[in-house]
């Protein structure tokens, strides 16, 4: 075996405490502490993203509520649109629950168009509880907010990570613009998701009338659930 020269030994040897030492730091420095992960809630087929699964053929009842009107039809698809599952886990320091992160993976990095991606659901007292991140600043709303209706319609700001192909969104109990209503023990039902393009329109007040493209580039194709707040 070849060993290093004698100063190269001594700078390995320096090396392993600050290898130890950045180790230690990402763990602690890690965005959120995950109980063991399951298997995510929703899944979507991949390359479906091209504004045209989930819309034929059309038979009722309507989608969601019959998952025969998902049919994967890949030409066209937008990798960057593709959403292929969403999983919700809770999150606990030290065995406690803080909240819940929404994580949606796509198919590829998020595309560099306008696109709104949203991991929708309810719960018994919220009619609406979508996770909401547009890819480029709309003007007129937050970039990533949580549109919800447990105290009158609101969308607030909500902490994203966005990673490689990953969308994060960061329910803590103890962030005052999350509605109290969702708490330790609630379940968000019907949890789905959709992507879809939309269009900067700062003149317009009413952020929900006014940039969003009413066709979906890609649509979850099960509304999967509950998922129990802190399970
Ligand atoms: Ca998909
Ligand atoms: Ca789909």
Known sequence: MVQPPPDRQGEKMRRRPVLAAALAAAVLLGPWSHAAEPAPQVTDPESDANYLNDNAPVSSPLFPDNPANNNPTPVGSNAGADITSIIYTS???????KGFTVRMTLK????????????TGNTAECSTLWFQYYTVDPKNTPQASLRHTCDGTQVVPIPVNVAGNTITWNFEFSNA???????KGSEIVKLGGHSRPFVVNPACADVTKCTTNPLQADTTNNFAGPYKVGS
């Open 177 to 183: 613009n999350m509605p109290k209503a969702v708490r």
């Open 108 to 119: 590829a990095e998020p595309t560099k168009e306008a696109m709104l991606f949203r991991a």
């Open 91 to 97: 999150t606990t320091v030290k065995g406690v629950v």
